[in-house]
């Protein structure tokens, strides 16, 4: 099961950094990552990564603003969001694809989490 948290608002300019508890796979190969979905539109993946931390992938309109790491000894994603824009505004999911192969294309995730609030103004 994986866990959001750290979700909130916040001003256009400002930070917020997101949580999420996963599972321990018991595996090395599996890719998790952020999707996002903005009132009204369908959900965008955000940022993923590798389970070894090597590769990792952003959306363009995220790209320089958003990092996101694993901490495989918490079993722990986080999202970090800088310089959020109003247009960052949505509901984060966590979600975790347990194969080879990372990507931000969501039928390759198998587990999501219920999501986070984001809101930007």
């Known amino acids: 099961q994986l866990v959001e948290s750290g979700g909130g608002s916040v001003q256009a300019g400002g930070s917020l950094r997101l949580s999420c508890a996963a599972p321990?796979?018991?595996?090395?190969?599996?890719?998790v990552g952020w999707f996002r979905q903005a009132p009204g539109k369908g959900r965008e993946g955000v940022a993923s990564?590798?389970?070894?931390?090597?590769?990792?992938y952003y959306a363009d309109s995220v790209k320089g603003r958003f990092s996101i790491s694993l901490d495989n000894t918490k079993n722990t994603l986080y999202l970090d969001m800088n310089s959020l824009k109003p247009e960052d505004t949505g509901i984060y999911y966590c979600?975790?694809?347990?194969?080879?192969?990372?990507?931000?294309?969501?039928?390759?995730?198998?587990?999501w989490g219920q999501g986070t609030q984001v809101t930007v103004s």
């Open positions: 990564i590798s389970a070894g931390g090597s590769t990792s």
């Open positions: 979600a975790a694809r347990l194969s080879t192969g990372c990507s931000l294309s969501e039928p390759d995730f198998e587990y």
């Open positions: 321990d796979y018991g595996r090395n190969s599996y890719c």
